[in-house]
C-alpha cells in the first residue's frame, strides 16, 4: 500500500498532466517510492499501477528499463558507476577497481552494515566529466580521482 504521503505527492505530480493521461506520472511515483523506501518492490509497482490505472507490466517495464530505480535494496547510500564508452575511454575500470576496494564490494552488492550498495549505471549525460558517479540518483561526481572517491566517501561517512 502506497504511504498517504506517496499519494499525495502522486496527485500533486498529476496536476501537471491531463486528466486521460494518468500513466504520465510512473517515472515520479517510482522516484516517490524509492524515496520514502529505499528501493521499488514488485509490490510498490502493483500499488503504483493501480493508483495511476495502468498495467502493472507497464510499470514493471519503466522500472526496469532506467537505471535509477532499485529493484532491491541497496544500502542507505547507492553509488552508481557510468560505465559507458566515454568513461570507460576515461579510466572507469580503474575507478571502479579503487571504489570496490575502498567499500569492500563489488558490483550489485551492499555493505554488511547496509551502509553503500555499487551499481553499474548507463551514461549520465555528463561525459565531459568521465568518468562519473552519482549518489542515490541526486548528486553526480566527476572527473573521479582516488583523491576524489577519498573525499566524496569522507563526506558520505559524516552524514
Known amino acids: 500500500m502506497l504511504s498517504a504521503h506517496i ?6 505530480e498529476l496536476k501537471k498532466y491531463p486528466v486521460d493521461q ?39 517495464e ?7 530505480y532499485n ?8 553509488l552508481t558507476v557510468c560505465t559507458n564508452l566515454s568513461c570507460t575511454l576515461c579510466g572507469v575500470e580503474d575507478t571502479l577497481a579503487y571504489l570496490k576496494s575502498k567499500i569492500g564490494i563489488g558490483l550489485g552488492e551492499v555493505t554488511a552494515d547496509g551502509k553503500y ?17 552519482s549518489i542515490n540518483n541526486k548528486k553526480l561526481c566527476g572527473r573521479l580521482t582516488p ?8 563526506e558520505l561517512d559524516k552524514s
Open 7 to 12: 499519494q499525495d505527492q502522486i496527485n500533486r
Open 22 to 60: 494518468r500513466q504520465s506520472a510512473v517515472m515520479s511515483a517510482l522516484r516517490f517510492v524509492q524515496d520514502e523506501k529505499g528501493w521499488v518492490s514488485t509490490d510498490d509497482m502493483a500499488d503504483i499501477a493501480v493508483f495511476l490505472g495502468m498495467p502493472q507490466m507497464a510499470v514493471y
Open 62 to 68: 519503466v522500472a526496469s528499463f532506467y537505471h535509477m
Open 71 to 78: 529493484l532491491k535494496p541497496m544500502g542507505k547510500t547507492t
Open 117 to 133: 550498495g555499487l551499481r553499474e549505471g548507463e551514461c549520465m549525460g555528463a561525459c565531459k566529466d568521465a568518468p562519473i558517479l
Open 147 to 154: 583523491a576524489k572517491i577519498d573525499c566524496i566517501l569522507a
